[in-house]
């Protein structure tokens, strides 16, 4: 069966709808991720503000005040505030400029104006005008501490400022913490209810599905295939949502700092868009091909592990080896090309484009009519914001190899859900008699390739019906029908008069039991495998059970009596004993209708003959229908089909068949002349 599924258009409607389950707490995670962005975004401004208004505040122009003046600062006598600074009235005519050039500070008796290159040499201050006129003033050198006290009522400034940087940034990471914390528990919570839902919805699914979907498979798409769900969730949604929100508060905070820069920054959102649009269209084939064979590989290691004691007898270890290298090969190919997409699409990527956009900035905003309005601070928080909005980018980029695998996984899992099955019915039925009708039943599993043709026959309440007949005759067949693993299209089943398909299928067999040939024992203990941990069947319940198949002695001398540990599939307990628990099983629900299949085929004598002792008095009051290959088993039965090529062909009693002399003679025959060889032997 084909298992590349690729994701379809409404994926993403239905990731969202399961969103929306816990809306509430992706909104708080929302809020508390906005409130760390804003407090994020205020650091460059502040550090824009500190650098200049006071670390390059000094630069401005200084008026001379009156001594003693508040925030006044000392120079050759005189005090100077900066204009900037000072309160409508105050002030005289003296003026002072302070220029810095490399590492030392000048001053100059005077305002100089403003748009012009400064450049100090040899004691001589330098001025180019916009018109590219020259002007040259005399320039006083400065020490240290003169320096040092233009500074000084800057400082608190700076500190508070600082202080204030630093608070945001121990808020921006309370409200980061919290909303990774709220944003990944919801994530959590939501792949935790799609596991349910999908798990809940294979009980419903048919039989005929899992007979077309290798175990494997399933189980990929029930653990991987959620588990990367999980991803879109807790790694991929949490960078989108945190990236959008990060680069559209930055961008504001761009326009704040500067239009013409802001305007600069807007086509990054285009070119991101046009790189998902482009990944996705690329790396999504990739994808969808490596959850098909991660999948494929899943369905072989649990089909070898099961079959292992085959492999090794038919000595096919090496074989079964070089399939699954073949099918890693194609895995890890298929991972290569999406490594290389990836490697083109990557952060590497990211750090060129940045790059560009630093290097045209500084081409247009520095030193050009542009620059005018730049300032070193402008431009600092420019680079810092730049920086902050490409973080989100690389976050964003790194996470589409997993968007798109969590895309496709999804898509696989929907798939599932969107398979047609039966809901789980809670309700009770009373006991039926299990006076059981077939009326006419043709079936196909497949159309037109007849399995069943025109079969009918009536079991009454209390009889046994025996079927046999070689291999393929559709002595399962019937059973899969009468427990309604499949239902006919042609013909009419019934159980005390009532169409078997008019009643829930659940319903319908909660009073059936069946043995298999190869029963099957979940992990547990050998009380739990027989009652199936169903609070309605006591304890007392499955004690009579396993007495009743009088398998109750044996298990009480293994060391933990009937509460040793099962492991899977009973792998430590005998075929026999496997066999008495699955028939304790069935005896502990008490079932109106009693099927065997094959149920002695695969026990010793001495067990046989336990499990017949038992059935003599177990069948009285139930119906009973037995598959057997050995004919010895069934000379009891009430009524014998015999079956070939889906047909009835014989049907009567052990004696009145071997009067007959047809097909169940031979068959008869040639079991007893097998079992004198073999005695003789």
């Excluded at 690729?6 to 991720?33: C, D, H, N, S």
């Excluded at 824009?48 to 401005?60: A, Q, S, T, V, Y």
């Excluded at 800057?154 to 940087?165: D, G, R, W």
């Excluded at 089943?493 to 829930?504: H, L």
Aim: aromatic fraction near 10%.
């Amino acid at each position: 069966m084909n298992d590349t599924i690729t994701a379809t258009p409404g994926t993403g409607k239905r990731l969202f709808r399961y969103a929306l389950y816990f809306k509430r707490q992706i909104l708080i995670a929302l809020v508390l991720l906005t409130l760390a962005v804003c407090a994020e975004m205020v650091g460059p401004l502040l550090a824009k503000r500190m650098i200049d208004n006071n670390i390059l505040g000094i630069e401005k122009t200084w008026v001379q005040v009156t001594e003693g003046t508040a925030g006044s600062v000392q120079y050759e006598g005189q005090s100077f505030k900066r204009i900037d600074r000072l309160e409508p009235g105050m002030g005289g005519e003296g003026r002072l400029s302070i220029v810095q050039e490399g590492m030392k500070f000048y001053s100059v008796p005077m305002e100089l104006p403003a748009n012009s290159e400064k450049k100090v040499q040899d004691g001589v201050l330098r001025l180019t005008a916009e018109d590219g006129g020259m002007t040259s003033y005399p320039v006083t050198p400065m020490s240290r501490d003169d320096v040092y006290s233009f500074y000084e009522p800057e400082l608190n400034p700076l500190l508070l400022q600082a202080a204030a940087y630093f608070g945001l940034l121990v808020i921006a990471a309370f409200f980061t913490y919290g909303q990774k914390l709220m944003l990944q528990t919801t994530a959590n919570k939501i792949v935790q209810r799609m596991r349910e839902d999908i798990f809940a919805h294979t009980q419903r699914l048919s039989v005929q599905y899992f007979d077309n979907l290798p175990a494997g498979k399933v189980v990929s798409r029930i653990t991987n295939d959620t588990e990367a769900v999980r991803e879109l969730f807790v790694a991929v949604l949490a960078n989108f949502f945190s990236g959008i929100v990060y680069m559209v508060a930055i961008l504001g905070a761009l326009f704040i700092l500067s239009p013409q820069m802001a305007l600069f920054a807007l086509p990054m959102f285009p070119i991101l868009v046009l790189w998902i649009i482009v990944y996705r269209r690329v790396a999504g084939r990739y994808n969808s091909v490596i959850r098909s064979k991660l999948s494929e590989i899943n369905a072989m290691i649990n089909e070898t592990i099961q079959g292992m004691s085959i492999i090794r007898v038919f000595r096919r270890q090496h074989s079964t080896a070089e399939e699954f290298k073949q099918m890693n090969e194609e895995f890890y190919s298929y991972q290569i090309k999406l490594l290389k997409v990836n490697s083109w699409t990557s952060h590497n990527l990211v750090g060129v484009i940045r790059n560009i956009v630093f290097l045209a900035a500084l081409w247009m905003f520095w030193g050009d009519d542009l620059g005018k309005a730049v300032t070193v601070g402008i431009m600092y928080a420019f680079v810092d914001y730049m920086n902050r909005m490409f973080q989100p980018i690389v976050g964003i980029v790194n996470q589409l190899t997993n968007l798109e695998t969590a895309r496709v996984s999804a898509g696989r899992v929907f798939a599932l859900l969107d398979e047609p099955g039966t809901d789980v019915d809670t309700g009770n039925m009373p006991r039926y008699k299990g006076e059981v009708a077939f009326e006419d039943v043709t079936f196909a599993y497949k159309k037109e390739e007849y399995v069943l043709r025109n079969i009918s026959f009536t079991a009454r309440q209390g009889e046994t019906v025996a079927l046999v007949g070689h291999t393929g005759s559709g002595k399962s067949s019937i059973l899969n029908l009468l427990f309604r693993f499949y239902d006919i299209e042609k013909g009419k089943i019934s159980i005390d008069g009532m169409d078997v398909r008019d009643v829930p299928k659940q319903q319908l067999r909660q009073h059936m039991g069946i043995v298999l040939q190869d029963p099957f024992l979940f992990t547990g203990t050998i009380a739990s495998n027989v009652s199936l941990d169903n609070p309605d069947i006591s304890r007392e319940r499955v004690v009579q059970a396993l007495k009743d198949v009088g398998a109750y002695e044996m298990f009480m001398r293994l060391p933990g009596g009937i509460d040793e540990p099962v492991i899977e599939k009973g792998s430590t307990l005998s075929a026999g004993q496997r066999q008495l628990i699955s028939f304790a099983r069935a005896l502990a629900y008490d079932p109106a209708i009693l099927i065997l299949d094959e149920a002695t085929a695969s026990i010793d004598t001495e067990t046989e003959a336990i499990i017949q002792q038992a059935l003599n008095v177990l069948s009285k009051g139930r119906t009973t229908f037995v598959i057997a290959h050995r004919l010895s088993t069934i000379r009891q039965a009430d009524q014998i089909l015999v079956l070939d090529r889906g047909v009835i062909v014989e049907r009567g009693n052990h004696e009145k068949l071997m009067e007959y002399g047809g097909k169940y003679h031979a068959m008869y025959q040639l079991q007893a002349g097998e079992s004198v060889s073999v005695n003789v032997s």
